[in-house]
């Protein structure tokens, strides 16, 4: 599945902005991860946020609990990240990304995951 990540943009800090993952060919697979991840300048990719599809649990990490929220609209074959109370070392590109055979244990693990959006950039300035 290709995905296609879009959204983002600069905003001043308590700000929101919603990231839009689509899958431009295929669908998303109705099994396994997909999550959030980020990478700013400088620093590794991290993981933000991801959902397990069979459950629809979702995981987040603790820089965004409680501010940042993942969905998804099947209808729409899209994944969204709504982010709050944006703060500027949310900073960073954001990619989507999803693997149908992934397992609990590698949600959080960027190299478990073997398709990836282009990236999507958000600054958030003080």
């Known amino acids: 599945v290709q995905l296609q990540a879009s959204g983002g943009g600069l905003v001043q800090a308590g700000d929101s902005l919603r990231l839009s993952c689509a899958a431009s060919?295929?669908?998303?697979?109705?099994?396994?991860?997909m999550a959030w991840f980020r990478q700013s300048s400088g620093k590794e990719r991290e993981f933000v946020a991801g959902i397990r599809w069979m459950s629809y649990s979702t995981y987040y990490d603790d820089s965004v609990k409680g501010r940042f929220t993942v969905s998804r609209d099947n209808a729409k074959n899209t994944v969204f990240l709504q982010m709050n109370i944006l703060k500027p070392e949310d900073t960073a590109v954001y990619y989507c990304?999803?693997?149908?055979?992934?397992?609990?244990?590698?949600?959080?693990?960027?190299?478990?995951?073997?398709?990836w959006g282009q990236g999507t950039k958000v600054t958030v300035s003080s």
């Open positions: 990304a999803t693997n149908p055979r992934g397992i609990l244990s590698t949600l959080r693990v960027a190299t478990s995951y073997n398709s």
């Open positions: 060919e295929g669908t998303f697979s109705r099994s396994g991860n």
